[in-house]
């Protein structure tokens, strides 16, 4: 038996394709939703020896989760092992008090929104069906059903942003007072149908980019809230931790499940990724067999390398005993000098952490730190 704490279940199903998206989606498929929820359940008792007795963290992704059929989604909810957090994450226009109730007697005690932006043309650009009053109402009708850890998603640089628009995004979000707030760059994927479309207006804005994120950094933490990941933040509250916990387990490197059609896992040592196509997947576990997937062994390397690249995209230093292979020494001596990281010792272990400025540079200060 095997250790993960953490569960991922996908709910690929949408009520659209949004033109940037590259997850596993289906679009609609109403008739199937009661079919996909007994396959995940079929494929959780195939897998029950690959979790820890008692779980730390589910993580409901999608998709659009929340889009699923009530019945079926309260199915799921009801059948799963208890969790310290479970997150669901919801597009707003989705979200009604019935639904946050649904949701809140199934111990559900987290919601990820996915906001976006609050501006009506850049939402019309994304192609997303929500209005910024649709965020709004969803919000309150989760507070009114009890709960007390929302997380917003908002977006940058998307095609015609402008500074103001990022400015008025951050605020009308603060002023929803969210636990949690998560502010990506925008990543349009070759092949979306988004990049075909504005690839030109993309590339144009990217020499923007640092200076969103750095706007973005200095008002969420100039409002009090904790840059505790690298598109990640907190409120600090006295005895909550409101970092995202389940997330934090892919930083930190631990073993998960995940389940579902293009659900990834990582136990011991084995990567395995279960294909994206939904016939398929109803057609194995409707016959008692696992679903098609790839297995890819991951090496000590492997691991050394994703433990350096993972860990230092949080606020706190990454312990360097165990993962030496992985790190390049006249590359630490040189990107210290520059202020770009800093080396240090805790109880006799030695630590790494990157500098603001390092955090700002991200990736490229990484990569340049592996061996």
Known sequence: MTDARHLYLHLPFCAHRCGYCDFVTAVGRLDQH????????????????????????????????????????????????????????????????????????????RVSLGAQSFQPRLLSVLE??????????????????????????????????????????????????????????????????????????????????????????????????????????????DGRDLRARHNLAYWLGRDYLGLGIGAVSTIESVRRRNAPRLGPYLAALGGGRRPPRELEPLDAGTRRRERVMLGLRLDEPLLVGGLEAAVDVEAIDRLERLGLIVRAGVNGHETLALTERGRFLGGGVTADLLA
């Open 34 to 109: 009661g079919a996909y929820v007994e396959a995940l359940l079929a494929e959780l008792e195939l897998e029950r020896d690959a979790l820890a007795p008692r779980l730390e963290t589910i993580f409901l992704g999608g998709g659009t989760p929340t889009f699923t059929e009530p019945a079926a989604l309260e199915r799921l909810l009801a059948a799963l092992p208890d969790a310290d957090e479970v997150t669901v994450e919801a597009n707003p226009e989705t979200v009604t008090p019935s639904l946050a109730r649904l949701l809140s007697r199934n111990r559900v005690n």
């Open 128 to 237: 997303r069906r929500a209005r910024p009053e649709d965020v709004r109402r969803s919000v309150y009708f989760l507070r009114d059903a009890g709960f007390d850890n929302i997380s917003l998603d908002l977006v940058y640089g998307i095609p015609g942003q402008a500074t103001s628009d990022l400015d008025d995004d951050l605020a009308e979000a603060l002023a929803l007072e969210p636990e949690h707030v998560s502010c990506y760059e925008l990543e349009a994927k070759p092949g979306t149908r988004f990049t075909h479309a504005h690839g030109v207006e993309l590339e144009r804005q990217a020499e923007s980019m640092e200076s969103y994120f750095e706007r973005v950094v200095a008002v969420l933490t100039g409002a009090g809230y904790r840059w505790y990941e690298t598109a990640n933040f907190c409120r600090e509250e």
